[in-house]
């Protein structure tokens, strides 16, 4: 038998080689993630430092004492908990009166009403990324992603085998899609084309007229839209939040999206997928089986945070929704300024939705940087800031700044970006 456990590493008597053809994939697709790649900016950081470390960089806002959930979604998380009625597993499509409530949520922005049996409960938009994605994967098949964009969908595409193709977004028409690109990369293979709005990580918000083109260049394409509307309604400039899903007669829309980011609850992991389909597109490709059979396969939300869904979405009061759009305005404001004071760095537009802002780095003015990424871990260093390569996203030389924050700690790192960017400014001739 000792043949068996083979020779030299002692390893090729067990079954672990074919285990490892997904493992290369794996690790590439966790390497892009936003997590991975702001952990290797703040490995930079001294934490023994005499400053705060002061996070820009992640779409997490609740660090903040001024980004708090409102009162009455917290009470009625305590009132679904202690009912007792969501201690048990819960129907894997999720609680009917969830997907009732978010059917009627979402509605409200629709010139239709959609139904409960269009709704899936996932944990959080994260997962409801994965299941699209897994649904759609098919040998040869492709996808059109944004850039810059969110990086989770590269990930989950380079893991399920489905090829990614990314489209332009034009920094000088305030992030709109180059919607002859998308006409240009599509082909008979392409499943979908995947918008967010309003965008992470631009900060921006579509027109009607913008978002009803898109809908007919897929409708002239054949192919479905993922709408990613994770921040709807955090729309805080000249355009409101427009719904894809009002194009549903025109072209079949799949929205993802959660209660993460308006409620400013990312830890509760309550998210959807939301079923647009006037014309009964999905249904006949049976687009909503394959959803209902993998979420089959896959972990549901805790049911006691759907059991609280129908009293937070009912009971917030809309002064609280107001506040927020307030603080993300003003916080957007600073953000935007500061930037066009500071040598280096430039921002094509001011952030009208969403928490972050994209600013293009000059690193011509800049002494010693290779690039975004090389910016960022000195700035860390340096100054104890985090911010977001924009390569994570798909744009080199770019950053992503999140401005979901208190003032004055914002500005303070701001200043921290501006004194850097001096520090390193090249001599003028």
């Known amino acids: 038998m000792e043949g068996d456990s083979g020779s030299g590493s002692g390893t090729t008597g067990w079954h672990i080689s074919r285990a490892s053809a997904r493992g290369a994939p794996l ?16 490995s930079s950081v001294d934490v023994s430092g005499p ?73 959080g938009c994260c997962q409801a990324i994965d299941v699209m994605i897994s649904v759609l994967a098919q040998p040869g098949s492709n996808i059109l992603l944004p850039k810059p964009g969110f990086p989770l969908y590269e990930s989950r595409t380079m893991f399920s085998n489905l090829e990614d193709r990314h489209f332009n977004l034009i920094p000088e028409r305030g992030w709109e899609a180059d919607l002859e690109s998308v006409e240009a990369l599509a082909d008979e293979n392409t499943v979908a084309m995947v918008i967010v709005n309003p965008s ?21 394409l054949g192919i479905i839209i993922i ?41 509760w992991r309550l998210g959807w997928i939301a079923m647009c389909d006037l014309n009964g597109i999905l249904k006949e490709a049976k687009v909503d089986k394959s959803i209902e059979s993998y979420i089959n396969i896959t972990n549901d939300p805790a049911t006691f945070i759907q059991g609280a869904v129908p009293q937070i979405i009912a009971n917030t009061k809309e002064d609280y929704f107001m506040k927020i759009l307030n603080l993300l305005r003003n916080s957007a404001d600073l953000c935007y300024s500061k930037i066009k004071e500071t040598r280096g760095i430039t921002c094509p537009q001011k952030p009208e939705g969403s928490m972050f802002v994209m600013a293009k780095l000059d690193l ?15 700035l860390a260093k340096e100054e104890s800031v ?4 924009g390569s994570a996203l798909g744009m080199k030389d770019w950053i992503r700044i999140t401005f979901a924050m208190d003032i004055p700690t914002l500005e303070n790192a701001l200043e921290r970006i501006k004194s850097f960017c001096q520090r390193h400014a090249k001599l003028e001739a």
């Open 27 to 42: 690790a590439d697709a966790g390497s892009m993630s936003i997590r991975a790649v702001l952990g290797r900016v703040f």
């Open 227 to 267: 709408a990613d509307e994770v921040y709807d309604h955090l729309a805080f400039g000249n355009k409101p939040f427009i719904p894809m899903g009002i194009f549903a007669d025109i072209v079949p829309v799949i929205t993802v999206g959660s209660i993460s980011k308006r409620w400013l609850v990312p830890g």
């Open 51 to 123: 400053r705060p470390v002061l996070m820009l960089g992640s779409g997490d806002p609740t660090a903040c004492a001024s980004f708090r959930p409102p009162p009455e979604a917290e009470d009625a998380i305590v009132d679904a908990l202690r009912s007792g009625k969501h201690n048990g597993y819960s129907p894997t499509v999720g609680v009917l009166s969830a997907r009732r409530a978010i059917a009627e949520y979402l509605s409200r922005d629709l010139p239709y009403h959609l139904s409960p049996d269009d709704i899936y409960l996932t944990s």
């Open 200 to 220: 992470n990580p631009c900060g921006s918000v579509y027109s009607h007229d913008h978002l009803a083109k898109i809908a007919e260049t897929a409708r002239k």
């Open 364 to 378: 011509s003015c800049l002494d010693g940087f290779q690039d975004d990424l090389d910016f960022c871990c000195r």
């Open 386 to 389: 985090i911010v977001l390569p």
